[in-house]
Each structure stands twice: as C-alpha cells, then as structure tokens.
C-alpha cells in the first residue's frame, strides 16, 4: 500500500496486525482499558495494552474517548505499536463524529489514519453516511468510501444507496445499490440486494434477501439467496435457520450453506447460544458432497453480582475429513468486573489449539474502562417474553 509521491506506508508491513486493530474497532471486538465516564454529558475514556504470551504479536496501546454534547458524538481511537527501538510509537487513528442535522437526518463521518515512513500522520480512508427518516417510517441511507489517490486528494470509490419502507404491517422491504467508478469516470450499479422481512403476531420472523450482480452485458442476475426463519420456542428460547442459496452448473438455484442456531436464557440468567454451520464447501474435500457440518460456535455468558463471564468455543471439521467428528480450534474468554468506582476491570484472552489439540494462549487484553456499556452488568433474571405484534 502506498501514499502520496513515493512515501510508503508504514502500515504495509504489518498488515496482520492492521486487520486485528480493524476487527477491534468496527466489529465489536471487546477492547479492555483504563478509564472513567464523565458525569452528565455520555462522556468516557479508556485506554488498553494488547499483546500475545508467545511474542508473535507487536505490543500495542489503544486510547479510545467518546464524547456526546447536544446533537454531536465524537469517538476517537488511537492506537500505538512497539517501534524498533522498544519505544512506544504511534500507529494508526480513527475518528468518528455524528451530527444529528434536525428531528429527521443524521450524518457521520468516518477517518482512518496510518503513518507514512517519516512517522507522519497520513488519511488512509474516509467513510460518510447520511440517514434521512421520512414520514411512514420510510429511512433512506447514503454511504460513500474515498481513498487518497497519489496526489492524496480523496476520490470516492464506492457509493451505497438504501432505501428502507414498512409496506404493510409486519412487512418491511429494504432494497440497497452498491455503486462503483466505471471506465467513463462516473459511477454503475455493480450490486443490487432486496431484503424482504416479515414478523408475525407469535414473534416469527422470516427474511428473503436475494443479491443480484451485473453480467457482461449490463443486465442483471441473481448471484445469492438467503432465506432465514426466527422463532420462540418456549420461555427464554430461540431458534433461526437460514438457508444459502446459489445458482448451479445448470442456472438452477441450489443450497450450499445451512446455519442453525439456538439461543436460550435459564431462570438465573445464564445465556447460552449454539451456531452450527452445514456447507457442501468441506476444507481439503475436492467437489460438492452434500451438506455437512463444517463448524460449531458454543458461547455461554453468565452473570452475577461480581461481574460478567463469556466463553466463545470454536470447533471446525479437520481438513480433508467428510463426515467426520469436529475438533476445537479456538476459544475465547471475556470477563468484566465492575470496580465500584464508574468503572471496570475487563479481560479479553483468545486461545488456539496447536498440532497436538492443546490450547495456547495467543491474544491478551486486560485493563479497565469507564464505557457506561461495558460497566453496566445485568445480574436480573429474565422477564418472560410477551408476544410480539404486527405492527
């Protein structure tokens, strides 16, 4: 990656861990730090200290703050990294501020900087978006992506339109046009999705979102289906499938992905969530032979007076292997402990199997943070569900 005249980016050699600090950031990834909520205007600030047992990952330092007055939020997270001189150096910025122009439009505005050889701070990406809500609870959303070009001038390289509309009770329609430069050096519609969601008086929902690219001819066809079905079961209980669906050798649509998930709620307040994946894409497995189940995500959250556990398992199928037992290939540990004084002490530990099975620690996050979110532990037991109605 390059910007400006010959200035290479520092970032380029150390893409492994850009992708990490991307995750953390726009993702949700659980960030532990040190920090205190300031009172009567959603204010809080943190920082963390991120690095691997094993010293294959670069230590790094975040500071995050977010900042809420009136109608504008500012979120900011800055990131440094372990220079060659063992000394703490910056290494990347994002910055975030959200207006809410009147009762019905919002704006955003999103920038990512890196720091070019000389240590200069230095755009990478800038990302807008602008909400508008129009009577009936029509919502339509813009969204542009510029990169610098090699004058570093911005220039737009994806344009995201959503429309989104109640059609009739309990049926909500949401149509989106992902648009990219052309040769002519203006902008086409390269994606097209229609969602279609409906939510029935029992809390049954069920969505069709169906994805069309542009062919070689300039019309449309249909590249994906996805079809998911959510619905209670009992008390505390929840079940969604979800079926995706793809044209074959022969144009015909076939189902190639299966995700079945469950999440329940006991009486103490215990959650637990199971997601198994069925593909006919099996690793290491040449050609199509059928559904089989290729992972299964195990996460259990338990809460008490003293804080909040959360245990994320991965199991995968075993390259090569159709039809065979799954195997776990990581786990992931979250725990926050609210200190009594506006804050919490938090833990973020990622661990992966090594060739023999055994779990090696591999990311350690620890710290504290005034984030009103992560202080706020809900030790109460579950309300019973009330049905939902069509609206």
């Given at each position: 990656m390059?910007?400006?005249?010959?200035?290479?980016?520092r970032?380029?050699?150390?893409?492994s861990l850009?992708s990490?600090?991307?995750a953390?950031?726009f993702?949700g990834?659980?960030?532990?730090?040190?920090g205190?909520?300031?009172?009567g205007?959603?204010?809080?600030?943190?920082?963390?200290?991120?690095?691997?047992?094993?010293?294959?990952?670069?230590?790094?330092r975040?500071?995050s703050?977010?900042t809420?007055?009136g109608d504008r939020?500012?979120?900011?997270?800055?990131?440094?990294?372990?220079g060659?001189d063992?000394?703490y150096i910056?290494?990347s910025?994002?910055?975030?501020?959200?207006?809410?122009?009147?009762?019905t439009?919002?704006?955003?505005?999103?920038?990512?900087?890196?720091?070019?050889a000389?240590?200069?701070?230095?755009?990478?990406?800038?990302?807008?978006?602008?909400?508008?809500?129009?009577p009936?609870?029509e919502?339509?959303?813009t969204?542009?992506?510029?990169n610098p070009?090699?004058?570093r001038k911005?220039q737009?390289?994806?344009?995201e339109?959503?429309?989104?509309?109640q059609?009739?009770?309990?049926?909500?329609?949401?149509?989106?046009t992902l648009?990219?430069?052309d040769?002519?050096?203006?902008f086409s519609?390269?994606?097209?999705t229609?969602?279609r969601?409906?939510?029935?008086?029992?809390?049954t929902i069920k969505?069709?979102k169906s994805t069309?690219i542009?062919d070689?001819?300039g019309g449309?066809k249909?590249?994906?289906v996805?079809?998911?079905?959510s619905?209670p079961?009992?008390?505390?209980?929840?079940?969604k499938?979800?079926?995706?669906?793809?044209p074959?050798?022969n144009?015909?649509?076939a189902?190639?992905e299966?995700?079945v998930s469950k999440?329940a709620q006991?009486?103490?307040?215990?959650?637990?969530?199971?997601?198994?994946?069925?593909?006919?894409d099996?690793?290491?497995?040449?050609g199509?032979?059928?559904?089989?189940?290729?992972?299964?995500?195990?996460?259990m959250q338990?809460s008490?007076?003293?804080?909040?556990?959360?245990?994320?398992?991965v199991?995968e199928v075993h390259?090569?292997?159709?039809?065979g037992?799954?195997?776990l290939t990581?786990?992931?540990?979250?725990i926050?402990?609210?200190n009594g004084?506006?804050?919490?002490d938090?833990?973020?530990?990622?661990?992966?199997?090594?060739?023999?099975?055994r779990l090696?620690q591999?990311?350690?996050?620890i710290g504290?943070?005034?984030?009103?979110?992560a202080?706020?532990?809900d030790t109460?037991?579950p309300?019973?569900?009330?049905?939902?109605?069509?609206?």
């Amino acid at each position: 990656m390059k910007q400006g005249k010959g200035t290479g980016m520092r970032l380029s050699g150390d893409l492994s861990l850009f992708s990490l600090l991307l995750a953390a950031v726009f993702f949700g990834l659980p960030q532990a730090g040190i920090g205190q909520a300031t009172s009567g205007d959603q204010s809080w600030s943190s920082s963390s200290q991120l690095g691997s047992p094993d010293g294959n990952i670069n230590p790094t330092r975040t500071a995050s703050s977010h900042t809420q007055s009136g109608d504008r939020t500012n979120d900011r997270t800055s990131v440094e990294r372990v220079g060659q001189d063992g000394r703490y150096i910056p290494y990347s910025d994002i910055e975030k501020e959200t207006v809410r122009v009147n009762d019905t439009t919002s704006r955003t505005i999103e920038r990512m900087y890196g720091r070019d050889a000389d240590g200069h701070r230095t755009l990478i990406q800038e990302r807008q978006e602008e909400t508008r809500t129009l009577p009936g609870g029509e919502q339509k959303v813009t969204r542009t992506m510029s990169n610098p070009d090699g004058d570093r001038k911005l220039q737009v390289v994806r344009r995201e339109q959503e429309n989104s509309k109640q059609v009739s009770p309990g049926v909500r329609v949401t149509n989106t046009t992902l648009l990219m430069p052309d040769m002519n050096g203006g902008f086409s519609a390269a994606v097209r999705t229609e969602q279609r969601e409906t939510q029935d008086s029992d809390g049954t929902i069920k969505s069709t979102k169906s994805t069309l690219i542009t062919d070689s001819t300039g019309g449309w066809k249909l590249s994906e289906v996805r079809e998911s079905t959510s619905k209670p079961e009992s008390a505390g209980v929840r079940s969604k499938e979800e079926s995706v669906l793809r044209p074959d050798a022969n144009g015909q649509l076939a189902v190639v992905e299966r995700t079945v998930s469950k999440e329940a709620q006991d009486g103490s307040g215990e959650k637990r969530a199971t997601v198994e994946k069925y593909s006919t894409d099996v690793p290491g497995v040449a050609g199509d032979n059928g559904l089989q189940l290729v992972q299964r995500e195990t996460t259990m959250q338990r809460s008490s007076t003293g804080g909040q556990s959360t245990v994320q398992r991965v199991e995968e199928v075993h390259p090569g292997s159709l039809g065979g037992e799954l195997g776990l290939t990581q786990e992931t540990i979250d725990i926050v402990r609210p200190n009594g004084s506006g804050a919490a002490d938090q833990s973020h530990t990622i661990l992966t199997t090594d060739s023999d099975g055994r779990l090696n620690q591999v990311l350690v996050d620890i710290g504290k943070t005034g984030d009103p979110g992560a202080v706020k532990v809900d030790t109460k037991a579950p309300a019973k569900p009330a049905a939902v109605k069509a609206k």
